[in-house]
């Protein structure tokens, strides 16, 4: 069965150091997203790749990046983690336009002290 | 840019029926999707309305009045499983802009 898988599940990091997190799609979709999510801010858009080579920023891009080597993969850096960033991070897939279904990954929870 | 109002909680009795409302304000819309997320889990599609009216899927309704920029979630025969948060969301294109959400709790 196709799925999305993020790594790792839980990470706690120092600040300033680097994280990268990981997501995996086997939908063969071309749209992939990161979003972060906290406590009375629903879900928020970082960035997002609309196919291999592309990538976009989104609503609260600042600090993070990603890259789109593959159609499966698209990791999400954090280039020097502050406490701010300690968050809810899910990763999303989708074939189509904006309405069709998103397919959210497991979540990764990320703890910057 | 787009935003969202919904209310933050709402609670329901077992067997009731409950509507769970968005307004939106966006300077681009294509539609409004649904989604659902348990405590601890990731969240869900359940609904996408590009177009003005009524969408059923099973207990669970979607509406959309583009005009009046507003929708709703309209679940029956609530059971005590359909307790999690429901986040309306804004289709801008090819991404989604997301609302707070709305935390529902079923009570026996």
């Known amino acids: 069965d196709a799925e999305i898988t993020q790594s790792p599940r839980h990470k706690i990091t120092e600040t300033g150091r680097q994280v990268t997190l990981a997501c995996h799609q086997t939908w063969n979709h071309n749209n992939m997203f990161w979003y972060r999510q906290d406590l009375g801010h629903g879900l928020r858009l970082i960035h997002y790749s609309y196919g291999v080579q592309d990538t976009n920023k989104g609503e609260v891009s600042d600090g993070y990046s990603v890259s789109r080597s593959n159609t499966e993969d698209l990791p999400l850096t954090l280039e020097s983690a502050a406490s701010s960033q300690t968050s809810v991070y899910f990763c999303?897939?989708?074939?189509?336009?904006?309405?069709?279904?998103?397919?959210f990954g497991p979540g990764t929870r990320l703890t910057v002290t | 840019g787009q935003s969202l109002e919904q209310p933050s909680e709402v609670t329901a009795v077992e067997g009731a029926i409950v509507q769970i409302n968005c307004t939106y304000q966006?300077?681009?819309?294509?539609?409004l999707s649904w989604y659902q997320q348990h405590d601890g889990g990731a969240p869900t599609f359940l609904s996408y309305?590009?177009?003005?009216g009524l969408e059923e899927t099973g207990r669970f309704s979607s509406f959309l009045s583009r005009s009046d920029s507003y929708g709703y979630l309209l679940l029956q025969e609530l059971q005590m499983k359909d307790s999690a948060s429901y986040f309306c969301?804004?289709?801008?294109?090819?991404?989604?802009?997301f609302g707070g959400g709305t935390r529902l709790m079923v009570k026996p």
């Open positions: 999303a897939s989708s074939d189509g336009a904006g309405g069709s279904e998103q397919y």
């Open positions: 309305n590009a177009l003005d």
């Open positions: 966006t300077s681009g819309f294509y539609g």
């Open positions: 969301a804004v289709d801008a294109g090819n991404m989604l802009t």
